[in-house]
Antibody
Framework: EVQLVESGGGLVQPGGSLRVSCAAS????????LSWVRQASGKGLEWVSTISGSGANTYYADSVKGRFTISRDNSRNTLYLQMNSLRVEDTAIYYC???????????WGQGTLVTVSS | DVVMTQTPLSLSVTPGQPASISCKSSQSLLHRDGKTYLYWYLQKPGQPPQLLIYEVSNRFSGVPDRFSGSGSGTDFTLKISRVEAEDVGLYYCMQSILLPYTFGQGTKMEIK
């Protein structure tokens, strides 16, 4: 059974940094592209970033480009999102999601809440 | 960016009655490989989204057959033949023909 468990969320001041993680199990980690998708409270879904299975290719939404860095450790089956220069508008639940041949986001974690506030 | 526009943004349905949600994309989602990269997700309260339909009309594993998807090019529809109480939540369409992947605004379905 595929499991994705996010962690690392919390309260951070504007301009600060935070790293969230996603621990994966139940599938061959290095074979799957993974993504981060976020959802502000009461708002819709926003794709944030995607990384290929090897980690060689990464993609970002314009809203986070230059501030966020996606990475993965295939030896630890863990996905990361390093978030720098955080803004109030980055406040959201951050979900990690697994790509399969069916869809870019087939399996989702339960999410971790990031709150950017002074 | 491909803009996804859903209508209505909310609907209230009596159990056993049908429901329909429209999704329009700002450009065609038909890829040169012949596939159309349009998906439907349902986000139940307090949960992450779950996949209902992929590539316009294919029901995902375990999805009841009361859910169906149709459409082509830029116009798509999700239909529920007979709404049940467990269908309450937010419905999103999504495209993956181009990065950034984009979602519709969401349609909130309530049960009368």
């Amino acid at each position: 059974e595929v499991q994705l468990v996010e962690s690392g969320g919390g309260l951070v001041q504007p301009g600060g940094s935070l790293r969230v993680s996603c621990a994966a199990s139940g599938f061959t980690f290095s074979s799957h592209t993974l993504s981060w998708v976020r959802q502000a409270s009461g708002k819709g879904l926003e794709w944030v970033s995607t990384i290929s299975g090897s980690g060689a290719n990464t993609y970002y939404a314009d809203s986070v480009k230059g501030r966020f860095t996606i990475s993965r450790d295939n030896s630890r089956n863990t996905l990361y999102l390093q978030m720098n220069s955080l803004r109030v508008e980055d406040t959201a639940i951050y979900y990690c999601a697994q790509e399969t041949p069916v869809t870019p986001f087939e399996h989702w974690g339960q999410g971790t809440l990031v709150t950017v506030s002074s | 960016d491909v803009v996804m526009t859903q209508t209505p943004l909310s609907l209230s349905v009596t159990p056993g009655q049908p429901a329909s949600i429209s999704c329009k994309s700002s450009q065609s989602l038909l890829h040169r490989d012949g596939k159309t990269y349009l998906y439907w997700y349902l986000q139940k309260p307090g949960q992450p989204p779950q996949l209902l339909i992929y590539e316009v009309s294919n029901r995902f594993s375990g999805v009841p057959d009361r859910f169906s998807g149709s459409g082509s090019g830029t116009d798509f529809t999700l239909k529920i033949s007979r709404v049940e109480a467990e269908d309450v939540g937010l419905y999103y369409c999504m495209q993956s023909i181009l990065l950034p992947y984009t979602f519709g605004q969401g349609t909130k379905m309530e049960i009368k």
